[in-house]
């Protein structure tokens, strides 16, 4: 299922605009004993993932509580794997101001 929501645009908008945001959702909640890797091997599989599944795979990785990635090498590729997508989702560089 989706969520969304409408709002309006600016108050120095010349004409009467919307923005229209949402986000889908997924029943699938990541486990440590799924196949993570395949999840994140490649830019167009990460981009599948939701918002929600993204911060499960995170808790898994980074939650003391949680059940732990076995065995410790797995844990460490997923790791690497979870890196490259967090550089992808937020790079280094700045983006060009816009309207250049």
């Known amino acids: 299922?989706?969520?969304?929501?409408?709002?309006?645009?600016?108050?120095?908008?010349q004409?009467?605009?919307?923005?229209y945001n949402g986000w889908w959702q997924s029943s699938w909640v990541p486990t440590a004993q799924d196949p993570l890797e395949e999840w994140l091997r490649t830019p167009?599989?990460?981009?599948?993932?939701t918002h929600a599944q993204?911060?499960?795979?995170?808790?898994?990785?980074d939650d003391p509580w949680?059940?732990?990635?076995?065995?410790p090498e797995r844990h460490d590729k997923i790791t690497h794997l979870r890196?490259?997508?967090?550089?992808?989702l937020y790079p280094?560089?700045?983006s060009a101001p816009i309207g250049t």
């Open 66 to 71: 949680a059940p732990r990635i076995q065995p």
């Open 92 to 94: 280094k560089s700045k």
């Open 54 to 61: 993204v911060l499960a795979i995170n808790d898994i990785l």
């Open 44 to 49: 167009q599989q990460r981009a599948t993932l």
């Open 15 to 19: 004409e009467k605009r919307l923005a």
């Open 83 to 88: 890196s490259q997508f967090m550089d992808e």
């Open 1 to 13: 299922h989706s969520s969304h929501f409408v709002t309006t645009v600016s108050p120095k908008a």
